[in-house]
């Protein structure tokens, strides 16, 4: 990564895994397209990244619950002529409670930002890379993508497991045209998603060592893609977690993640 190469596309970039991204690539001197859904946040996050590292920041608007939005935020990068050279899809979030204690749209806009938001933006900035011959995705995916589905958070562990397996075809398929793709898998990382889901009392009860910060998940992550990793689980503990839950069966497998349910997802049984 270096100057002479086009801009990085961040999404989710106000707060959390976005920031760490924008910040580290900063410190490359990568230039940026920051997008989230609160730009005052972003603004600020790009002032700060302009004065101390003297890179190009374009801040985007983009609520990607909207259909439309994966399209115009494209069309809004070819009206200025900016080339994204990495794409990270980093927006998401968690639904709490049970699959029915919800109604049908906020399950689909959870599907549309974590699902068909981030395989959308791939397709249409794929091409240009391909024509470049030099690309890298980051699809943040999660741990929870190698486990079974938890109760209280219905939708969650499937997206992700798309995620990984979005990544991997992707990866098979361009890697000879210079593009590499990577499903970043984190497990506990310290950042503002367990206060958005309100779960943060909860999380709080797990022991330090199975927690990570956002800066060295992100820095493992840009290092995975470079060397063309399809997949990247963070961690010693978490890499372990996956391979136990690789090896076991999987009525136990479920039968583990339902006790860790009641413990620590908000449930509702209607």
């Known amino acids: 990564m270096n100057e002479s190469r086009g801009y990085a596309l961040i999404t989710g970039a106000s707060a959390g895994i976005g920031a760490a991204f924008a910040r580290e690539l900063a410190c490359r001197k990568v230039d940026l397209v920051l997008s989230a859904r609160r730009l005052d946040r972003l603004q600020s996050l790009a002032d700060e990244l302009v004065a101390k590292h003297a890179i190009k920041v374009e801040?985007?608007?983009?609520?990607?619950?909207?259909?439309?939005?994966?399209?115009?935020?494209?069309?809004?990068?070819?009206?200025?002529n900016i080339a994204i050279d990495m794409l990270i899809n980093n927006a998401g979030y968690g639904v709490t409670g049970y699959f029915l204690s919800q109604p049908w749209q906020t399950q689909a806009d959870f599907i549309q930002v974590l699902m068909t938001a981030p395989t959308e933006l791939c397709h249409r900035l794929l091409p240009a890379m391909r024509a470049?011959?030099?690309?890298?995705?980051?699809?943040?995916?999660?741990?929870?993508?190698?486990?079974?589905?938890?109760?209280?958070?219905?939708?969650?562990?499937?997206?992700?497991?798309?995620?990984?397996?979005?990544?991997?075809?992707?990866?098979?398929?361009?890697?000879d045209d210079g593009v590499n793709t990577c499903a970043l898998c984190p497990g506990f990382t310290y950042s503002e998603f367990h206060d958005v889901t309100g779960s943060r009392a909860m999380m709080s009860k797990l022991p330090r060592w199975m927690w990570m910060d956002a800066e060295t998940v992100v820095r493992q992550g840009l290092d995975a893609v470079e060397r063309g990793d399809a997949l990247y689980v963070n961690g010693r503990v978490n890499r372990t977690i996956k391979a136990v839950f690789k090896l076991i069966p999987d009525r136990l497998a479920l039968r583990m993640i339902g006790r860790q349910s009641r413990k620590f997802r908000k449930q509702s049984p209607d």
């Open 132 to 175: 470049r011959g030099h690309g890298r995705i980051i699809n943040v995916a999660s741990l929870a993508g190698h486990v079974p589905g938890s109760a209280g958070q219905t939708l969650y562990a499937g997206a992700k497991s798309y995620l990984i397996k979005l990544s991997q075809a992707l990866q098979l398929e361009y890697r």
């Open 59 to 80: 801040v985007m608007a983009c609520d990607l619950a909207d259909r439309d939005a994966p399209r115009h935020l494209v069309a809004r990068l070819d009206e200025r």
